[in-house]
């Protein structure tokens, strides 16, 4: 395994080990496939046995999605790669657990098994048994899944490497963490490496390729890897979706467009101006294939001054920059919406809960009569408990005064007390009115 651990993935190896031993709790990594799920429980396992918690015969490790293991051990998935009877699951792992110490049973993909919850459940209530699950399909979660476990499981979502882990790879192989200034300016070129970044993919295993300085050895394992096996598996066979270009053409449109509000009907419209008319209940259907298989999310507005979520439009954001540019290339990039995304998924990754902020208020025109109108504030992020923090994107606001009068004119329009900043990629940090205008890079490598 030795040469399988160098993408360590420390973050994520905390937040297991913070359940570690909690074995009525069961614990499930979800997240887009090829993210490095797979790899954090073999980093998990590893680190059980490092510090001496468990022995090798008592953790029971199955990959569902290793044809190879699945037929030596009597698992005979259908044509659809499912398990039908789950109970041969439990007859297999059952019969292994032989006296009371605490068991480690690490199952992946467990989507691939018709009933996984009453799997799961058996298991957990064995009160021996710590059971780690990963998953590829939000789906899982249905209120009706979630009541058969009674509450008694813990998510953990996991996304490709953030630009931290991204370039702490890149200049140190992981073994340097960039947690001071001093630090930042040692490293290489920060703005080069963000490029590469967006470009090459956060996925993991796309940093086993980048030697190879074949820009489409990487492409080709984005689309064929990454991006087909997800549509194949995650959205047409649960959907039952026609073999046409249709899902291609709104997914199409959809990575083109990240970071702009819109509506279903909105969506149909634009497709219909560029030559496909796809009905709106149709892109519905898509757009929950996209988000329950992690590969897109949704941001939803928010009312600032009412406090609320509003229903109707919301912004689109794709799991992973280099994803977009495998399918559409660089033609027309939007550097400012892709530098958003990024940040979203940042704020996602820390565990905050983000929304489109919204804010109703009176302006003169330029007549100097009063009119309402609609602010926006790029992201309204809060932690469960926590308080919250809004956030603006901007590309650069330096030397264009309409550009730093709109950025700071939003957050300005917030009359609470609670944090606001303005990220973009000039040098510096300074503070304006209240608002802390930080260094966007700065700020991905949560840099002191």
Same mark, same amino acid.
């Given at each position: ?95 292994? *657990?032989? +006296?009371?110490?605490?068991?480690? $049973? %690490?199952?992946?993909? #467990? @989507? ?105 050895? *990487?492409? +080709?394992?984005?689309?064929?890897? $990454? %991006?087909?096996?997800? #549509? @194949? ?216």
């Amino acid at each position: 395994m030795a040469s399988e651990i160098l993408i360590q993935r420390t973050d994520y190896i905390e937040k297991l080990k913070h359940w570690l031993g909690q074995t009525d709790l069961v614990k499930i990594v979800t997240g887009v496939r090829r993210c490095g799920k797979s790899k954090l429980l073999e980093l998990f396992q590893w680190d059980l046995l490092r510090n001496k918690t468990t022995t090798p015969n008592h953790i029971i490790s199955i990959n569902l999605e290793d044809p190879i293991q699945t037929k030596k051990i009597g698992l005979n998935l259908n044509a659809n790669g499912f398990l039908e009877d789950y109970q041969t699951l439990l007859d297999y792992i059952l019969p292994q *657990i032989k +006296d009371d110490k605490t068991y480690y $049973v %690490f199952i992946d993909e #467990i @989507q691939m098994v018709k009933n996984w919850q009453t799997v799961a459940n058996g298991l957990r209530l064995r009160g021996n048994i710590d059971v780690y699950l990963t998953g590829s399909n939000a789906y899982m979660f249905s209120s009706d899944i979630a009541n058969s476990f009674g509450g008694r499981y813990v998510e953990i979502k996991m996304q490709p490497l953030s630009f931290s882990e991204y370039f702490s790879f890149y200049g140190q192989n992981f073994n340097h963490s960039v947690r001071t200034r001093a630090d930042l300016e040692k490293h290489n070129n920060p703005y080069a490496i963000y490029l590469d970044y967006i470009h090459e993919s956060g996925f993991p295993q796309v940093q086993k390729l980048v030697h190879m300085e074949n820009k489409q050895v *990487i492409a +080709d394992y984005l689309m064929d890897t $990454v %991006f087909q096996n997800t #549509i @194949q598996k995650d959205i047409v066979r649960r959907f039952g979706i026609a073999n046409d270009n249709k899902l291609d053409t709104v997914i199409k449109y959809l990575f083109d467009n990240i970071g702009r509000e819109t509506s279903l009907r909105g969506i149909e419209r634009g497709l219909k101006a560029s030559g496909s008319n796809i009905s709106a209940p149709t892109i519905d259907v898509y757009i929950k294939g996209l988000l329950d298989s992690f590969l897109m999310y949704k941001c939803e507005r928010y009312d600032i001054k009412g406090k609320k979520l509003l229903n109707g439009d919301a912004k689109y954001y794709v799991v992973d920059a280099g994803l977009r540019y495998a399918l559409l290339g660089d033609k027309d990039t939007d550097a400012g919406h892709i530098l958003e995304n990024v940040v979203y998924l940042e704020l996602i990754r820390r565990g905050y809960n983000v929304s489109v902020g919204k804010i109703q208020t009176v302006v003169k025109n330029d007549e100097g009569k009063a009119e309402r109108k609609t602010i926006e504030v790029d992201f309204v992020a809060t932690k469960p408990g926590g308080q919250t923090e809004y956030y603006q994107v901007a590309w650069s606001t330096m030397g264009n005064e309409d550009v730093m009068k709109r950025e700071y004119g939003s957050l300005e329009q917030i009359k609470d007390n609670y944090p606001k900043y303005l990220l973009t990629m000039d040098y510096g940090n300074s503070e304006q009115n209240g608002i802390k205008r930080l260094n966007v890079l700065e700020w991905l490598l949560n840099v002191k």
